[in-house]
């Protein structure tokens, strides 16, 4: 039996796992008990990652579309006439109609591939699903401290004195990263949640802030201004680390603790123990999907103003934590952005120097995030590698149809996934175990998944996919092998230049980016003058309807496609959670089947009362298709992250449904 060490092609954790392999079969899997972070823990979806790989409906060849049945062709035929057709389009509108999209369970480098090759074809309209999750987190990192991934590193929770946890439920959605809230609390450290939902993370807390949706911002501005006032700020930090602080500290003079009350629904004196809590160091400030998708960067900023108010950044158990979703999108926003080229900002010199590299200069007009391409844009052409909008987008009926009405939508996917069915062509790919290549964690460690078997049938590994299309296209310069790429991609990339391959490769060391150290800016911010910006945001008017929310459940894993191939998991119940008093108000009991309705689409669910909703809110699991039926297509507008937490809905009891 050969054992080859990988990293789970889940979360953001990036859990080490060793795959046991027998005749080019994944036979079983268990954890690595040297990876730095996972430390010999695994989850049940980490825990059975190779199944699905195995499943019986797995692609196996390329499929084109004949009038309205896929029949099969070969790669020869797939591709030649993918490359005509590009071509095609890119003479009759431009380059400009058409758009390269990938999911984040790709490499660094066949995204970073991915992306080279919509800007060889002429267009910067190329994005991945970081877009929808944790964009605003790394646009306001980068604007206020310099680099858009956390600051800190999970391994320095156990040192804090407190963890601040807004909008997450780790027991859910990281689940392996809750041994490190045990070490916390047997070493006295507090926990304080911020979530409108009492999760299994804010039982574990000693201070739970149940907000109102959407109120964050009042929430951090209050105790900004709070802790300015009594003093509990740290002046000499700010004096010496942070601008920004006058014109900060004057425009919060308004938010007040008793107004904070009224507009989130937590109780003054709660607030107040907030307040005093963080004040201390060191603490970390860590959130999730909770802030970014509903405030969006404007929500991240007002956080992040609290950590360097109390001067808890660049010292050891202090920080800034995001908790990035899928195992590469923290290396695949750092990569593949429309409005950014990899290697900084979009300009003339850095695009001289990717020319330098590439041997063609790209192209400098801002190309379209896959929100404004999927939601509403007037392309003609699509390539999407590993990514389900049709399911995991708000307002699906809506992306459906856009999706239907392109001229060529080209669908790379190991699975016939709803979004596959609406191709013209779908290119069998490989899954996380038949290919190698490097991941970016949660925790900005980077390492090397290995080969461990071969992919079946005429399955190819997207770099190859990739790469045969470039050639097709008579371009130069995309290698199939990830060992180049990488060495490539980190010229280019500098935040990425001070790993090697051999690093990566080796798992004995934890090998992160863009300094091996697990607190960042103890010195220095990665800004132009080494200082960090404090930035006020202002509070919007908070919706005031019932507020749906939705969020992850710890057995399933975003549209499903590889749980619901995984035997032992069950199938998940389409179910709506509500909290008493709104099912009394509504008619609504336990059980009862109930149509939730918004001013994009309704769902038929289950309803279930629930004391962990808050009132004035319902709760469903993301996993359950017909909720972005619901969930509407409201984007932040700067950096068009979908507000999918925060849909005003109805819900009303279907009688006689026999
Ligand atoms: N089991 C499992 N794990 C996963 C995933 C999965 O599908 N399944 N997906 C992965 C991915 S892609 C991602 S991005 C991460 C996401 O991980 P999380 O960030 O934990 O994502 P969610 O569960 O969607 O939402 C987090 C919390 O935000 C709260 N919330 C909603 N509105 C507000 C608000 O206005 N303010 C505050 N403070 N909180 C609010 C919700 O109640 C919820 O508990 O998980 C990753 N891990
Ligand atoms: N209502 C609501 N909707 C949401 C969210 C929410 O909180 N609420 N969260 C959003 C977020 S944060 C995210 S990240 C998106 C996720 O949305 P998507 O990225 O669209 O969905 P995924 O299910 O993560 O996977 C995408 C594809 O990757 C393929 N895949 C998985 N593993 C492998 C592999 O090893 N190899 C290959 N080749 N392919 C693989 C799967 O078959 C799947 O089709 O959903 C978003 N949608
Ligand atoms: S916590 Fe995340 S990375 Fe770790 S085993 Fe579970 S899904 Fe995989
Ligand atoms: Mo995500």
Known sequence: MLETKSICPYCGVGCGLILEVDNNLIMRLYPDQDHVVS???????????????????????????????????????????????????RKRYGPEAIGFYGGCQNTLEEGYTMMKLARALGTNNVDSCARVCHDPSATALKEMV???????????????????????????????????????????????????????????????LKSRPGTDIYLFNAVA??????????????EDRVDGFEE????????????????????????????????????????GLGLTQTGGPKAVRSLINLALLTGNVGIDGAGLLVYRGQTNVQGSGDLIKPNVFPNGPMALETAKELEKIWGFLPPMREGKTVTEALLGSDMKAIVLMN?????????????????????????????????????????????????EGSVTSLDRIVKWRFKAASPPGE????????????????????????????????????????????????????????????????????????KAKLKFEEQPEPKSGLILITGRAVTRYNTDEMISRT????????????????????????????????????????????????????????????????????????????????TEVSISKIENIY
Not at 393 to 420: G, H, I, Q, Y
Not at 504 to 523: A, F, H, I, W
Request: a positive charge; one cysteine or more; proline letters at 5%.
């Open 39 to 89: 430390r010999g823990h695994i989850c049940g979806k980490g825990s059975t990652a190779h199944e699905p790989g195995n499943s019986w409906d797995r692609l196996l060849y390329p499929l084109k579309r004949e009038k309205d049945v896929m029949v099969r062709t070969s790669w020869d035929n797939a591709l030649q006439e993918i490359a005509t057709k590009l071509l095609e389009i």
């Open 146 to 208: 310099g680099l858009g991934a956390t600051s800190t590193s999970v391994t320095e929770i156990p040192r804090s004195k407190a963890l601040v946890i807004v909008g997450e439920s780790l027991t859910e959605s990281h689940p392996v990263l809750v041994q490190y809230l045990s070490l916390l609390k047997k070493n006295n450290g507090k926990i304080a949640v911020i979530d409108p939902r009492t999760t299994g993370t804010a039982k574990m807390a000693d201070l739970h």
């Open 225 to 238: 201004n709070f802790l300015i006032s009594n003093n509990l700020y740290d002046r000499k930090f700010v």
């Open 248 to 287: 900060f500290s004057r425009l919060i003079k308004s938010y007040t603790i008793q107004e904070a009350e009224r507009i989130t629904g937590i109780e003054q004196h709660i607030i107040v123990e907030f307040a005093r809590l963080i004040s201390q160091k060191p603490v970390i400030f860590s959130w």
């Open 387 to 435: 990514f389900n909008p049709a399911v995991s987008f708000p307002n699906r009926r809506k992306v459906e149809n856009f999706l239907k009405s392109l001229e060529l939508l080209v669908v790379m996917d190991p699975f016939m996934t709803e979004t596959a069915k609406l191709a013209h062509y779908v290119l069998p790919s490989a899954m996380w175990t038949e290919k």
């Open 459 to 530: 399955v190819k590994e997207e770099l190859e996919i990739l790469s045969l299309l470039a050639d097709r296209l008579e371009l130069k310069g995309f290698s199939r092998d990830p060992k180049e790429v990488f060495k490539e991609m980190k010229t280019v990339a500098k935040t990425y230049s001070n790993l090697t391959l051999d690093q990566v490769m080796d798992y004995s060391t934890p090998s992160r980016y863009p300094e091996n150290d697990t607190v960042l800016y103890r010195t220095r911010f990665y800004t132009s003058n080494g």
């Open 567 to 646: 035997p032992g998991f069950s199938q998940l119940a389409p179910v709506i959670y509500l909290n008493l008093k709104d099912a009394q108000r509504l008619g609504i009991r336990d059980n009862d089947l109930v149509k939730v309705t918004s001013r994009c689409g309704m769902a038929i669910l289950n309803a279930r009362i629930s004391p962990d909703v808050l009132e004035g809110t319902v709760f469903a699991y993301m996993h359950v298709r017909s909720i972005n039926n619901v969930v509407c297509d409201e984007l932040d507008p700067e950096t068009k992250t979908p507000r999918y937490k925060y």
